[in-house]
């Protein structure tokens, strides 16, 4: 099948199906259905906390001859293309090496890519075949091109990348390997209902939870769109302009989290991975995230039970290991915390929970910036909270009478609350856990001043 082809019978699947699910399946029984929360956008990562992760985590990258090849192995992505030459006494096809063909003779068109993607390196990156898309290779060839078009995409994070790796021996090489991990990866991701597994698989879940569900269907889609364009291009201006265009489709913030993940992955191993993601800046907000739209907890034990993620028309499945239940953020759209039911206050609501009570009281941060109430950690309490006696009312008046004026002192308040309406110490610690990750995203601090304290 021609390439084109395959590429529009993708861009078809992912978009003729309204409403995705997440399928998380273990293998026992019947996987579990979640419908992701879908306004949620990409991660705020700073530029300065952008050079500090490339800073910690590019050491680990390897600087490779042949980065597209590396990561195509890395990321188990099937062999597509191939060397051949065309033997006219016997009139076969041969198959042939890279760099075995010295005297191949290049069409015009070819020698004057080269030329411009030399100058192109020259100009921006010192010099010389700066992404390594010529070793063995007389041309740029299809997967060359793409590669070329997601590095002028990322042109900007990627100078900031450079510029932080000043100090390393080769940082161009450093840079060469993302750019080939980006593009193979882009490339998996264009198969016909592509199966990710080991650092892939991980590398998606990252993407999902720093990007937001929306924004990467969205960049699949434009991915898609610029193969198609690149395949057609014949001048350097051509995929320039598609790689600049697919760049715009993703934004500043959005390819800033995707290098950052990029450049984990090409340096680690899935069980690394899975250790790294969590402790990545930004990971607090993309913990709340992957709960609300993947159903999963943004933790290490929780990454290392994922054996694959399949995407197909109808959203993602996730593979889990048959041990991995309890790493699952919820069965539908809540979870159990011990004996009681918990989620966000807009999941419980939606599953027609009339009883649900925020763990840190809603009137106190409410004018925090960045808060939402319905996004905020809750758990069900029985009985209304104006009725004395029940849990609900005791958790609630406990809140309500209690100083604060600090977030340190409404979480304190909860646990106390909590503990109050019948919530062993466990079950408190968690959701408090939950509940400072979601605060840590929107910026919150111990320190932060909340309401002031009384019958708010």
């Not at 062999?79 to 009139?91: A, C, I, K, L």
């Not at 042939?96 to 068109?109: A, F, H, I, V």
């Not at 319905?374 to 104006?386: C, D, F, I, N």
Request: charge should be neutral; aromatic fraction near 6%.
């Amino acid at each position: 099948m021609k390439r084109w082809a395959v590429v529009l019978l993708f861009a078809s699947l992912v978009g003729c199906t309204p409403t995705k699910v997440v399928r998380l399946d273990t293998g026992q029984g019947r996987p579990i259905i979640h419908v992701p929360r879908r306004d949620l956008g990409p991660v705020e990562v700073s530029q300065e906390k952008f050079k500090e992760a490339v800073a910690e985590h590019s050491p680990s990258v390897p600087a490779v001859e042949r980065p597209l090849e590396y990561a195509g192995r890395l990321f188990d992505v099937p062999e597509r293309s191939g060397w051949f030459w065309y033997e006219g006494r016997s009139q076969r096809l041969m198959a042939s090496e890279p760099g075995s063909t010295p005297n191949l003779r290049l069409l015009p068109e070819d020698g004057e890519l080269k030329r411009r993607y030399l100058l192109w390196c020259e100009e921006l990156w010192g010099g010389g075949d700066c992404l390594r898309l010529l070793v063995d290779k007389p041309f740029l060839d299809g997967d060359a091109k793409y590669a070329l078009a997601m590095a002028i995409a990322h042109s900007k994070v990627l100078g900031a990348m450079k510029e932080e790796l000043a100090r390393m021996v080769n940082p161009q090489a450093v840079v060469a390997t993302v750019v080939g991990g980006l593009t193979m990866y882009a490339i998996l991701l264009a198969l016909p209902e592509p199966v990710s597994k080991g650092v892939a698989a991980l590398l998606t879940l990252g993407a999902i939870a720093y990007l937001g569900w929306d924004t990467v269907w969205r960049l699949m889609d434009g991915w898609l769109v610029l193969m198609k364009e690149v395949d057609q291009a014949t001048t350097f201006d051509g995929i320039s302009a598609s790689g600049e265009k697919f760049g715009d489709t993703m934004g500043e913030k959005a390819a800033r989290a995707f290098v950052m993940l990029g450049t984990v992955a090409l340096g680690n191993t899935a069980s690394g991975m899975a250790a790294t993601l969590p402790k990545l800046p930004g990971a607090g907000q993309a913990a709340v995230v992957a709960e609300t739209q993947l159903n999963l907890r943004f933790t290490a034990p929780s990454l290392a039970q994922v054996e694959s993620v399949a995407i197909t028309a109808e959203g993602v499945t996730i593979a889990l290991a048959p041990n991995a239940v309890a790493m699952v953020a919820r069965d539908s759209s809540s979870s159990t915390v011990g004996r009681f039911r918990a989620g966000t206050y807009g999941d419980l609501k939606n599953a027609g929970i009339k009883d649900a009570h925020h763990v840190i009281q809603d009137a106190a941060v409410r004018e925090l910036p960045g808060y939402d109430s319905r996004a905020a950690p809750a758990v069900e309490l029985k009985g209304p909270a104006t009725r004395v006696g029940t849990a609900h009312y005791e958790a609630t008046q406990v809140q309500r009478q209690a100083g604060g004026g600090t977030y340190a002192d409404e979480r304190r308040i909860a646990y106390e609350a909590l503990r109050r309406a019948g919530l062993s110490h466990e079950e408190a610690q968690t959701l408090i856990g939950r509940a400072d990750d979601y605060f840590k995203s929107i910026g919150v601090t111990p320190s932060t001043p909340t309401r002031i304290p009384g019958n708010r």
